[in-house]
T-cell receptor, first 112, second 114 residues
């Protein structure tokens, strides 16, 4: 079955609130990456966390990785209307790390 | 430093025609990847290339699809005799080294087969 399954599939919150998205995967990974995609546009790389890391920050983003549970979370703090987008996690398997495996994404809507 | 460039951005083809999608990687990147995204879905890996070499094409359909990355010029994804099911967004990504690093994505080519 597919790696990188995001949860929830859709999330709608008020501006200023925090948004948390989760990702689960099934096989051992080299790293896990989060991407953002605005409607009808390309993907923007947000953050990469390696398998030996547990937490990483970038601006308003915080990513955690629990390799024992094969799961990751992306937290966006103090959300803004411009954060409205789809968010995908992508895993780089240990075997064939160049073949990123994407989930179906979480559609995040920030209401003003 | 320009990002990954893809063209055309939108391509309309009738069933049976050929589609050619082009991708120029970021400067200094020698690894190119192609992914396909169907509506409301995540991206699916198709093929990984380096200059003049196909490294991994395990995600490519066995028929009608081919990819190349010549010594000079952009990478090309070619779809022969397109069918409606080929309608999708095709994304190219590049990276500076092998696996374990970020892949930088282009804006995509949206192929519509009528």
């Amino acid at each position: 079955s597919q790696q990188g399954e995001e949860d929830p599939q859709a999330l709608s919150i008020q501006e200023g609130e925090n948004a948390t998205m989760n990702c689960s995967y099934k096989t051992s990974i080299n790293n896990l990456q989060w991407y953002r995609q605005n409607s009808g546009r390309g993907l923007v790389h947000l953050i990469l966390i390696r398998s030996n890391e547990r937490e990483k920050h970038s601006g308003r983003l915080r990513v955690t990785l629990d390799t024992s549970k094969k799961s990751s979370s992306l937290l966006i703090t103090a959300s803004r209307a411009a954060d409205t987008a789809s968010y995908f996690c992508a895993t780089a398997p240990i075997q064939g790390a160049q073949k990123l495996v994407f989930g179906q994404g979480t559609r995040l809507t920030i209401n003003p | 430093n320009a990002g990954v460039m893809q063209n055309p951005r939108h391509l309309v083809r009738r069933r049976g025609q050929e589609a050619r999608l082009r991708c120029s990687p970021m400067k200094g990147h020698s690894h190119v990847y192609w992914y396909r995204q169907l509506p409301e879905e995540g991206l699916k890996f198709m093929v990984y290339l380096q200059k003049e070499n196909i490294i991994d094409e395990s995600g490519m359909p066995k028929e009608r699809f081919s990819a190349e990355f010549p010594k000079e010029g952009p990478s090309i994804l070619r779809i022969q005799q397109v069918v409606r099911g080929d309608s999708a967004a095709y994304f190219c990504a590049s990276s500076p080294d092998l696996g374990g690093s970020e892949q930088y994505f282009g804006p995509g080519t949206r192929l519509t087969v009528t």
